[in-house]
């Protein structure tokens, strides 16, 4: 038994509004290879060669990512290219794809309000802009009681399953009540971390004047990584996507460590 197509899109349309999708973005469907019946999904932070494989060793037929496949505008779909390749092989194995990508970041229960949780902060709040055309994806909130900055990070590398270390800015012994945070790249989001009166906000891709700044300012970073912040959206959006279609399909989390970065000495 599985369930039709417009029906899939419907319930993940459920989770991840579209009308929440950034004006920069490209969620929604990225490739629709017009199948009517969907028995098979994997659910995946992105598409990569390893994920495709994956997908066609299950026998899957759809595949839902957070990052989009197609971000950048198309001119052509050149095998020769790594997205054009992606493509070209999707098709042929008859698999469509779908990205819930800030729609996701952005909706209650998604990938930030999921990290909230995870972490255990309480009165989880939206950020508000003063300028009220610009839309701010993160959230704030705060811990039960005080903790130091390196007892933090460790509870941070537990609950996000971070074994490589994670890059942080600020003395180990302070304390830290109220925290910022936004998955993946949220670095344009610390100095409104620092007007919440935040003492640590924690996101990836920090660059290192960001990194200056927030040290200057007196807020705290933990940068966890791009991939160490949102690989979560595996396991809360099959959670979520279950909960609605029930035993309709089969839905399968990907077992893929994506991460495109090793540390060595």
Not at 31 to 47: C, S, T
Not at 111 to 127: C, T, W
Request: charged residues 25%; negative net charge; aromatic residues 8%.
């Amino acid at each position: 038994m599985g369930i039709s197509y417009k029906e899939l899109i419907s319930n993940v349309e459920k989770i991840a509004p579209k009308e929440l999708e950034e004006t920069w973005d490209n969620c929604g469907i990225q490739i629709n290879v017009a199948k009517e019946e969907i028995n098979k999904i994997l659910i995946a932070l992105e598409i990569t060669k390893e994920v495709i494989t994956e997908a066609k060793e299950l026998n899957a037929d759809f595949i839902i990512t957070h990052h989009p496949l197609i971000f950048n505008r198309l001119n052509m779909v050149d095998n020769n290219s790594v997205i054009g390749s992606y493509v070209i092989e999707l098709i042929k194995a008859g698999i469509s794809v779908y990205s819930a990508h800030t729609t996701f970041d952005s909706v209650v229960g998604g990938n930030n309000d999921y990290m909230a949780e995870l972490i255990g902060l309480q009165k989880v709040k939206f950020f508000e802009s003063k300028n009220p055309a610009e839309h701010i994806i993160g959230r704030f909130g705060e811990l039960k009681e005080n903790v130091t900055l390196q007892e933090l990070c460790r509870h941070i590398c537990n609950v996000l399953n971070i074994s490589d270390g994670i890059k942080v800015v600020g003395e180990p012994n302070k304390l830290i009540k109220r925290i910022g945070l936004c998955t993946g790249a949220g670095g344009d989001i610390i100095t409104h971390a620092i007007e919440y009166n935040c003492d640590l906000f924690i996101t990836g891709d920090v660059s290192y004047h960001e990194a200056q700044n927030a040290k200057e300012s007196g807020i705290c970073i933990i940068d966890a990584g791009h991939y160490g912040t949102e690989k979560i959206f595996v396991e809360n959006f099959a959670k979520k996507l279950k909960n609605l279609i029930g035993t309709n399909i089969q839905i399968f989390l990907s077992k893929k460590d994506l991460n495109p970065f090793r540390f060595m000495l």
